[in-house]
């Protein structure tokens, strides 16, 4: 049996959901540093759309931790405390790339989570992370076309 095939056989449960949705709001606790961080030292007449439109997405990161934080705490889990590590550079290209592959990652794991929640039944969180993800990919847009590159496929994390 492959590995793909042995993870199809194990069931998801609700402390499988918590803990992916702790690793979620770490990666949104990231967010909003790197956006904050990021929109206040991007340099440069080229920048300066998109360095106002990420203090907007740092607001936005905070409603999602919010919102993902009530969902470990329905589930009875605790909510964590601790962000992932935040990349910074001297070149903005390096942190608007940093940013570009912190949003893929996130949708790349949200859409796992939306998949696990319906699996629990979970359906108002999966409605819920549905509605972050739609914030998520216009991040990835928004990103990709300050880098003037089409948006990348994110994938779905295994």
Known sequence: MSKSDHKSDQKTTRKDLIEG??????????AIIAYV?????????????????????????????????????????????TPKPVKTSDNAQDMLKFDLENEKETIRQYRRRVRQADELNE?????????????????????????????PDAGIAD
């Open 21 to 30: 949705l702790n690793e979620d709001l770490s990666r949104e606790y990231q």
């Open 37 to 81: 961080n990021y929109s206040q030292v991007l340099k440069g007449a080229q920048y300066m759309n998109i360095a106002d439109e990420l203090a907007v997405h740092a607001g936005e990161e905070l409603a999602h931790a919010l919102k993902v934080a009530n969902h470990i705490d329905y589930l009875g889990g605790m909510p964590s405390v």
């Open 123 to 151: 359906f108002a969180i999966a409605e819920s992370l549905r509605d972050i993800l739609i914030d998520e990919q216009d991040h990835l847009i928004a990103l990709a076309t300050a880098l003037g590159i089409d948006p």
